[in-house]
């Protein structure tokens, strides 16, 4: 079979999964990455080894198995990412986010920030800060021990040589974050949301391959990692510090006004993602000094 074939048939085994545009969406990025297509005639014939990984990927799309995860990869801010059924799949939207950290830590003056990610998973947001400002001093935390080796892979990867300080903690228990870090210029989090019992509004190929530890929240209140990072982070940021959440777009004005209880969070402000929904927030933390 040649490599144009098979992409022929991949797209017609995926359209009754997928709709016809996403199938093709999906069989570019698997030609592209596993089978070099930009650089090849895709009237070559597959080899015999090749025959082997098609048939291989095509059974695993057709199945579900996001595309990122039969690659062992995915795409986000123009880097590649290393990907497993341990961490969520890096979204599109979550470079907003960043690009929005990224302007801040670049207005702020500060030569070397520190920054801390909170729910690290593949790494993608603390990450690629670093890799835009080399100067970032980069810390972060997960509650997941194999989430945290894919960002130390990735990080090993992406910034050669840059130390990064990765740690096993949990976001809603203080006393398990290291006691040695410093304040913060920024901290950015992209924590669970879904309650547990609203599991069955959650797409199939999501639910049924996507860490539900970086999907649902441990309780039946949504917002409970925002209350418990708010609080942490008023001990944690310098005066003059920025708090960066991503939201549901369905619970994004409640996120903000969980700061107006404190008088030290200044200039709350919501933004939109590239789809329009708006789905982040910031905090200013600026207590009265003594």
Request: hydrophobic fraction near 40%; include cysteine.
């Amino acid at each position: 079979m040649t490599l144009r074939a098979w992409q022929h048939k991949l797209v017609q085994d995926l359209t009754p999964r997928y709709d016809e545009g996403e199938a093709k969406s999906i069989t570019r990025i698997v030609l592209e990455d596993a089978f070099h297509s930009r650089k090849r005639d895709l009237d070559t014939e597959l080899e015999p080894a090749e025959t082997t990984l098609a048939n291989n990927i095509l059974k695993r799309l057709v199945d579900g198995e996001p595309v990122q995860y039969v690659l062992g990869e995915a795409d986000f801010f123009g880097l590649k990412f290393t990907v497993n059924p341990a961490v969520l799949i890096p979204r599109q939207e979550t470079e907003d986010l960043v690009a929005w950290v990224v302007a801040w830590l670049k207005g702020s003056g500060e030569p070397a920030p520190t920054v801390l990610d909170i729910g690290l998973g593949t790494g993608c947001i603390g990450i690629t800060i670093k890799h835009k400002l080399p100067g970032v001093q980069l810390f972060g935390m997960d509650a997941s021990v194999e989430a945290l080796e894919v960002a130390q892979s990735n990080a090993d990867t992406l910034l050669p040589g840059k130390a990064v300080q990765f740690v096993d903690a949990d976001a809603l228990d203080e006393k398990t974050w290291p006691a040695n870090w410093p304040l913060f210029d920024a901290i950015v989090s992209n924590p669970p949301y879904i309650p547990y019992n609203e599991r069955h509004l959650m797409p199939e190929h999501v639910l049924e391959h996507e860490p539900h530890m970086a999907l649902f929240v441990p309780k039946h209140d949504p917002l409970v990692f925002y209350k418990s990072i708010i609080q942490t982070a008023a001990k944690k940021l310098k005066h003059g510090g920025a708090l960066f959440f991503e939201c549901n777009e369905y619970n994004v004005e409640a996120v903000a006004m969980l700061f107006e209880p404190y008088e030290a969070w200044k200039d709350v402000e919501l933004r939109n993602d590239l789809y329009g929904k708006t789905r982040f927030v910031y905090g200013w933390y600026l207590p009265k000094k003594a």
